[in-house]
């Protein structure tokens, strides 16, 4: 089908609509739309929510005029330009096509969505020039990263050797009786696709491509279906190797990567957000005291947020121009975690791009794999309201 964009030009007001109104929408996304309408013409026309009362709410908190249950008569009747995704992963997918075929840009949260297959049916309507969907990783866009991804892609740290990932969080058994959770229909996968994803990402975006995967996973704790640790080992393109743990088991929590190159030391400690005085670098020895005086420089303190990834994708929208974390970029984390559960539950290595139609993993990140799929038939979504 033909899709055209109706992008806003540099002067022209963009209309965002944000669908599901819960936390993140309300903490993260209203904001950051709030703080970018006060830069540049954009207007947050509509918002949708299966919940009538969320919907409601959220527009009469946040002044937004047009609320909705129903996705496709939002989209027909107020032609927004950019729709902002907020809903639970399982309804990513129809979603973010349905907005595309409507001519909306799409910026959809974490996780892109259950498998490599939806992923690819959301490329698949995109258009050249745009519609275009943008998977939110907001650690990839504070000032932080961008200094280290320089440092790093122009080699002044040396070439990187060994990396560490580290998601330790802690989840009780209060998170997972929410009945939604710990299921792979509902929420997409355990640690490694709920949470770790953040840190995953960012250390691809940092080391560039990933070659082969050996991992494991475990559920030692919760009575789930999915996962509740999961430990890797990852060979990079360029020869790097990396260790990645995501556990939802660790009471002292702290979110981590730390890349030892041949002159330097990088390392980022954190939890759920970074400033620059979260990263640190040590130099090797015999580094000249004043060139890693020039790496500690990371210049204005952007934080890892919303606010920066929005930014750089209105830019983008105006300009017909694709954005970052769409298409390939968006899709490479996605993979490389399908990779980590095939890994675990084949007790294989996995090579990047072996990941096809025709494995059961491109369909489905349990790859119905004994012990690990569900039990009983994954109910089928129909297009959300
Ligand atoms: N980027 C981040 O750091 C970050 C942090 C937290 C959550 N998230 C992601 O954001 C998404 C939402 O999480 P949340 O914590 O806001 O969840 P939430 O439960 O607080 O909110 C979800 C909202 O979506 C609504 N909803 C459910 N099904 C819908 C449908 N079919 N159509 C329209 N509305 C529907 C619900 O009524 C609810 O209001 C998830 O994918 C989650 O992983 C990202």
New binding site residues.
Partial sequence: MCVTSRRGSRDETVRVAV???????RG?HLPALAALAAEQPLRVVAA????AD?AAAFCADGAVPHPYTD?ERMLDEQRPDLVTI????R??RD?TVAALRAGAWVWC???PCPSLADFDAIEAAEAEGGPYASI?F?HRFGSGARHVRGLLAEQTLGRPLVAHCQTTWYRGTDYYSAPWRGRWHSEGGGPAM?HGI?QMDLLLDLLGPWSQISAMAGRLVHDIETEDVSTALIRFGSGALATVVNSVLSPDEVSRIRIDCERATVELTHL?GYRNADWHITPAPGVNAEEASRWRDFGADEPSS?LAQLRGLLADLRAGRRPRSSGADGRRSLELIAALYKSAFTGATVRAGEIAPGDPYYTALHGDAPGWAPESPEPREVV??
């Fill in positions: 669908v599901g109104t819960g936390a993140i929408a993260s949708v929510d299966v919940d969320a996705l907020c809903t639970p992963p309804f990513h979603q949260e974490k996780p939110v907001q709920g953040h759920y919303h959300a309201g």
